[in-house]
Structure formats: C-alpha cells, structure tokens
C-alpha cells in the first residue's frame, strides 16, 4: 500500500539514518522490521545507509545477526523472504559509543565522512538523555543545516521536565527539523480519518454539535507491566497514554477543517482543540475523572497478579493503570458535547477505537421498544483489526418482522477490502516522511506544552483533593465508577466484541 501511495512522490531523498538505542526493544522490534519493509517495497533508495549505535561491544556481523533474528520473530514468512533479507542487512552499520562521552562522536563524524547525504538522527533512547546526545551531536561536528532528528514521546514528566527537554533539543535542531513521534498518528485507520472527514460531505456537514451526541475513545491493554515497574511508576497511565495518545486521537476527531494538508496548518487547528480543551475543577475532579489501578484477576483462563505484586512493586504505590473521563471542548463546533475517554492495562482485549455517537432524529416513528437504537454511529478501529464501519438501522427481514428495525454496519475492514495489500505498520510510513522531510504526521512543540498543560492541572486537582485510584479485577473493562460515571449521563461504553 505504501508504494501506491508514494511512488510517484519526487521529493523522496537518499539519507543516513543513525539509531541510537539501536539494540533497545523498540528499535528491534518496531524500527528494523518497518526499515525491512520499506526496503523490500523498493521505498528505500539505494544509496540510504543504516547505522546502529548502542553501548554493548560488537561488531558489523553481529548486529546483522541481531537484526536478523529481529526480522525472524516480527517479519510474516511470506515477507521474508532470503533476496530482501540479505540486501536490507547488507545496508546496516554498527557503532559502539558511549553516549555520554563527546569524544566517541567522532566515531559517527568518520562514519559519515564524505557523505552529502542528510543525516537522520533517531533517539530511541530515555527522553532523559535526548539533550545529552543532542549537545554531544554538535559538539562532535556531527550535524549540518541538513541533519534532522527523531525522537519519542513521551518528552517529560510534565510540562517544566518537557520544556527543558524542548529546549535543549531547540539549540541543536530547529523546530523544521524536529520529527516528535506519536506512532496512533501513522495508522492508515488514522490516515483516513482525515480523508473521510474532509472529504466527504457527508461527514463534513455532520461534524459539529448539532449532530453528534457525544465521542467515546478508548485504548485499551491486556498487558500489564511487562517489566517497565520503574518507568511505569513515575508515569502512569495519565501520562503515558491520555498525554501521549488519547489527546492526538481526540484533536483528530475535533479539530476544524485545515486550510490546506501542510503540517502546520494541521497543527495549527490541533492546538486550537487543546487550547479549548475544558479543564477539570472543583467537584468535576472526582465526578468526572476515575482513577483505577488493577489488582489479581484472570486473563484467557490464566491467573494474573495485582499491580502491586508484579516484580520490583511499591506496595504503597497509587500509581494510576487505568483513567476514565469526560471532557469537552469548548468552542462553538463542540460546545455541550461530550467527549469520554477510557484507557486501561489488563483489560479483556486489546482495543483501540473511536466511536462517533450520532443524534436521534427528533421525530421516532417505529417501535417505541427499539427507540434506544435510533441512533447512527461512526466506529473507527485501530487496533487489534484496522477498519471503519457505520452503523446503520434498516428494515428486518421477514414477512412476521413487520417494521422491527435492526442495526447493521456499512463496513470497511482494510484487510477485506485490500486481500493482496499488506497493511503498513505505523513505524513504516512515519519514517517513510521523515526521510522525505515532511511533518505533518508529527507533532508540534506547542502541541506538547499544552497538552501537558492540561494533564497537569488535572493531577494537581488528585494531588488536592488525595483521590487514590480505584480498584478493578484484571481482565475487566476498569472500576464500577467509570461504568457509572457515562452511565449517569444516560449512555454507556461501546464494546463491539
């Protein structure tokens, strides 16, 4: 599908790419399979070098090999296959350097010694050392006007630990060359959503208050920790997640029409959705927002342990593993509508969907028995399956039915609809458009300050009125309170299983 999409594109350029971290998990398991892929599409032009720079003492043939067993366990067999395989790892590089020491830089100046190629530097390291490597980058003569960087969020704790990140990597790199990844963004299910929106007439016209009842997103996990106790802790899900993710998916679904598809003109109408972002006060702390942390529970028929019995725990921890709230944006295309957003480890599947709950008409006809399903709904799945279906009512069939209506969905499942396409994973078209220098698919400075802005007023108010998170089984949708808290309001989750 990526080769559809940019193969005529011209502004494709060789490059260097040079992943610090490079035997880290997510660069095994997520950066090399996505590279491969690009390689085997024929996206990756000929000249492009990969150089992989970690602390651990090896050699060139040792980190193929790692990459290799890399490929084995993420690659399908069919995509596998020995041609590719041998040509991709042929392009790979390794360094050994210490990060925190300037004087190893040279080693990456050598490296790229008479290249004119642009350098891409990918931090797939701790937020907290992206200063350091960017500083020892420069110092090191390793940069030109060319150079970008990538690196991931979550950038900080909050906003101050965020800020001086920010400006660390703001002295190196200027903003035009800063590539922030949020990988929900790089999903084709998140790519049509701006495709289905803008341009179709259909939805655009129905996209405001006067339409929409009310939004619902929800990520859903079945893991739990999965050994990250220490980063988890600091975290949270709050941060982890509704900082990172949900808010993205949530400027998506609210941002008014862009003047055009250039990056900051999409990122322009994602922070006027943040900015009008309604913050949590007074009593809507505890009426509208619920903590919950997991405790022992069951997972496809196997025994699983409370948060605070996994390895390495703080017993007395109130680290949060599950949020649940509601929220509006306040601006005239969303004013009174709400938005409720759900996220949580160990929960019964691993989900991720955004469901658009249309108004009923104002005058119901049919059986006053069936009026609860008056509704049309807009679910966009990204995960575990990539689809959007519109739920529609029409007539049962059968000559005893009479008038009875039945919900049915209009629906596009992109593995149906594209049988002989492989559907790209994120990682693949994110890096796809760094190489080729265009942002639109990342996020904005400004975009980060004032999300976490708003997180951080919201864990001031927990922090104020000493809420501790609520209790829920592992393997349950989350606390009774969240359940209650849309409940209230007349309205419940959506889990289409």
């Given at each position: 599908m990526l080769r559809n999409i940019h193969s005529q594109e011209p502004n494709r350029l060789d490059v260097d790419l040079a992943l610090f971290g490079a035997l880290g998990d997510l660069a095994?398991?997520?950066?090399?399979?996505?590279l491969y892929h690009l390689d085997r599409e024929g996206l990756l032009p000929s000249e492009t070098r990969l150089l992989g720079l970690a602390r651990h003492e090896l050699d060139r043939q040792g980190f193929q090999a790692k990459v290799g067993s890399a490929l084995k366990s993420r690659v399908s067999a069919e995509d596998l296959d020995k041609k590719s395989q041998e040509r991709f790892l042929a392009r790979i590089d390794y360094l050994k350097i210490d990060f925190a020491n300037p004087e190893e830089y040279a080693l990456l100046?050598?490296?790229?010694?008479?290249?004119?190629?642009?350098?891409?530097?990918?931090?797939?390291?701790?937020a907290s050392i992206f200063g350091e490597i960017c500083c020892n980058l420069k110092a090191g003569d390793c940069l030109d006007e060319k150079s970008r960087v990538v690196v991931e969020k979550p950038i900080g704790y909050d906003l101050e630990s965020s800020c001086e990140i920010n400006d660390v990597i703001g002295d190196v790199f200027p903003e035009s060359r800063i590539y922030r990844i949020d990988h929900y963004l790089g999903k084709e299910t998140v790519q049509n959503l701006i495709a289905l929106r803008f341009a179709n007439p259909l939805f655009g016209t129905q996209w405001?208050?006067?339409?929409?009842?009310?939004?619902?997103?929800?990520?859903?996990?079945?893991?739990?920790?999965?050994?990250?106790?220490?980063?988890?802790?600091?975290?949270?899900?709050?941060?982890?997640?509704?900082?990172?993710?949900?808010?993205?998916?949530?400027?998506?679904?609210?941002?008014?029409?862009?003047?055009?598809?250039?990056?900051?003109?999409?990122?322009?109408?994602k922070v006027k959705v943040l900015k009008a972002l309604k913050p949590f006060t007074g009593e809507a702390i505890g009426r509208d927002v619920v903590r919950g942390q997991y405790i022992a529970g069951t997972h496809a028929g196997q025994s699983v342990p409370g948060y605070l019995e996994e390895e390495?725990?703080?017993?007395?921890?109130?680290?949060?593993?599950f949020v649940a709230m509601k929220t509006e944006v306040a601006n005239w295309r969303w004013a009174g509508v709400p938005f409720y957003l759900r996220t949580g480890k160990r929960m019964p599947e691993k989900l991720s969907?955004?469901?658009i709950h249309f108004r009923q008409q104002p005058h119901y006809i049919f059986d006053p028995d069936q009026r609860s399903l008056a509704a049309n709904k807009l679910i966009i799945r990204l995960q575990p399956e990539e689809g959007i279906a519109l739920q529609v009512l029409t007539k049962d069939s059968g000559l005893d039915k009479g008038m009875r209506l039945r919900p049915g969905p209009l629906h596009l499942d992109f593995h149906s609809a594209f049988p002989k396409t492989r559907i790209p994973d994120?990682?693949?078209?994110?890096?796809?458009?760094?190489?080729?220098?265009?942002?639109?698919?990342?996020?904005?400075?400004?975009?980060?300050?004032?999300?976490?802005?708003?997180?951080?007023?919201?864990?001031?108010?927990?922090?104020?009125?000493?809420?501790?998170p609520r209790r829920y089984p592992a393997g349950s949708w989350g606390p009774v309170a969240s359940i209650a808290m849309i409940t209230q309001d007349g309205r419940s989750w959506y889990e289409d299983y």
């Amino acid at each position: 599908m990526l080769r559809n999409i940019h193969s005529q594109e011209p502004n494709r350029l060789d490059v260097d790419l040079a992943l610090f971290g490079a035997l880290g998990d997510l660069a095994l398991r997520k950066l090399f399979p996505a590279l491969y892929h690009l390689d085997r599409e024929g996206l990756l032009p000929s000249e492009t070098r990969l150089l992989g720079l970690a602390r651990h003492e090896l050699d060139r043939q040792g980190f193929q090999a790692k990459v290799g067993s890399a490929l084995k366990s993420r690659v399908s067999a069919e995509d596998l296959d020995k041609k590719s395989q041998e040509r991709f790892l042929a392009r790979i590089d390794y360094l050994k350097i210490d990060f925190a020491n300037p004087e190893e830089y040279a080693l990456l100046r050598d490296w790229r010694e008479g290249s004119s190629r642009p350098m891409i530097v990918y931090l797939s390291v701790p937020a907290s050392i992206f200063g350091e490597i960017c500083c020892n980058l420069k110092a090191g003569d390793c940069l030109d006007e060319k150079s970008r960087v990538v690196v991931e969020k979550p950038i900080g704790y909050d906003l101050e630990s965020s800020c001086e990140i920010n400006d660390v990597i703001g002295d190196v790199f200027p903003e035009s060359r800063i590539y922030r990844i949020d990988h929900y963004l790089g999903k084709e299910t998140v790519q049509n959503l701006i495709a289905l929106r803008f341009a179709n007439p259909l939805f655009g016209t129905q996209w405001n208050q006067n339409h929409v009842s009310h939004v619902e997103i929800t990520v859903a996990e079945t893991v739990g920790i999965e050994g990250r106790w220490g980063y988890f802790d600091q975290a949270g899900q709050l941060r982890d997640m509704v900082q990172n993710h949900l808010l993205q998916l949530l400027c998506l679904i609210a941002m008014d029409p862009p003047s055009n598809l250039d990056a900051d003109a999409i990122r322009d109408e994602k922070v006027k959705v943040l900015k009008a972002l309604k913050p949590f006060t007074g009593e809507a702390i505890g009426r509208d927002v619920v903590r919950g942390q997991y405790i022992a529970g069951t997972h496809a028929g196997q025994s699983v342990p409370g948060y605070l019995e996994e390895e390495g725990a703080d017993k007395a921890s109130h680290t949060e593993t599950f949020v649940a709230m509601k929220t509006e944006v306040a601006n005239w295309r969303w004013a009174g509508v709400p938005f409720y957003l759900r996220t949580g480890k160990r929960m019964p599947e691993k989900l991720s969907q955004i469901v658009i709950h249309f108004r009923q008409q104002p005058h119901y006809i049919f059986d006053p028995d069936q009026r609860s399903l008056a509704a049309n709904k807009l679910i966009i799945r990204l995960q575990p399956e990539e689809g959007i279906a519109l739920q529609v009512l029409t007539k049962d069939s059968g000559l005893d039915k009479g008038m009875r209506l039945r919900p049915g969905p209009l629906h596009l499942d992109f593995h149906s609809a594209f049988p002989k396409t492989r559907i790209p994973d994120a990682y693949e078209r994110l890096l796809l458009e760094v190489m080729k220098g265009q942002q639109y698919l990342f996020v904005r400075r400004d975009e980060i300050e004032y999300a976490w802005r708003w997180i951080d007023h919201l864990i001031e108010g927990w922090q104020a009125h000493e809420l501790p998170p609520r209790r829920y089984p592992a393997g349950s949708w989350g606390p009774v309170a969240s359940i209650a808290m849309i409940t209230q309001d007349g309205r419940s989750w959506y889990e289409d299983y």
